[in-house]
């Protein structure tokens, strides 16, 4: 037994605090914002004979993502990144808004937030580099990968413990989903739509 008399190490106790500290954020996120390359993939990029670009999602964070809508909370991809695979996944997902290949994410974060009538207290942000702190002051919820870049984890409200394209996004879907009745039903009656 830690030290703690068994409520965990210091490092857990510390996680709990830190994510109980933001609830009343997480329960106002109506909009949430997920780059692509190193969140809802691990980064890697493969090239096809052609020069097509592909890209691996974990089948995980599309369930995320779907019960997230279903609760009502839109979803967007966005990403300085090209697209062709993004979009793809996009449409599987039903994400209504895709903005990939944007060279200034706070610029298109803030068109985004205009157009659907989000406030930044509304919004979350789920990055892991450098490019994804240009949006801190923009949301009302930075969030970082597990393996995101040091400056990005140690400025965030919130560090995931999962990894980009390993399950981070369900991670943050469950954290944002479990206080809600909506999430009583789920691990009642289980989810018959469809996994993506």
Not at 86 to 110: F, M, S
Not at 164 to 183: D, I, K, N, Q
Request: charged residues 25%.
């Amino acid at each position: 037994m830690s030290g703690s008399h068994g409520f965990g190490s210091p490092w857990q106790l510390r996680r709990r605090w830190c994510w109980w500290r933001q609830r009343s954020r997480l329960a106002a996120v109506r909009l949430l914002v997920l780059d692509v390359d190193g969140v809802l993939t691990d980064g890697g990029l493969w090239y096809g004979p052609q020069g097509e670009l592909i890209k691996r999602f974990d089948v995980r964070d599309g369930l995320g993502i779907r019960l997230l809508q279903h609760a009502g909370i839109e979803v967007a991809f966005l990403s300085g990144g090209r697209g062709g695979a993004t979009e793809v996944r996009a449409r599987h997902l039903g994400i209504r808004h895709c903005l990939v290949g944007a060279k200034d994410k706070p610029q298109a974060l803030a068109a985004l937030q205009a157009e659907l009538g989000v406030t930044p207290t509304a919004t979350a942000f789920v990055g892991d580099d450098f490019n994804d702190l240009a949006v801190r002051g923009q949301v009302g919820l930075l969030v970082a990968t597990a393996d995101a870049a040091r400056p990005l984890r140690r400025q965030a409200d919130l560090v995931l413990l999962r990894a980009g394209g390993r399950g981070a996004v369900r991670e943050l879907a469950e954290r944002l989903l479990r206080p809600t009745p909506f999430w009583s039903e789920l691990e009642g009656q289980g989810w018959r739509d469809r996994n993506d």
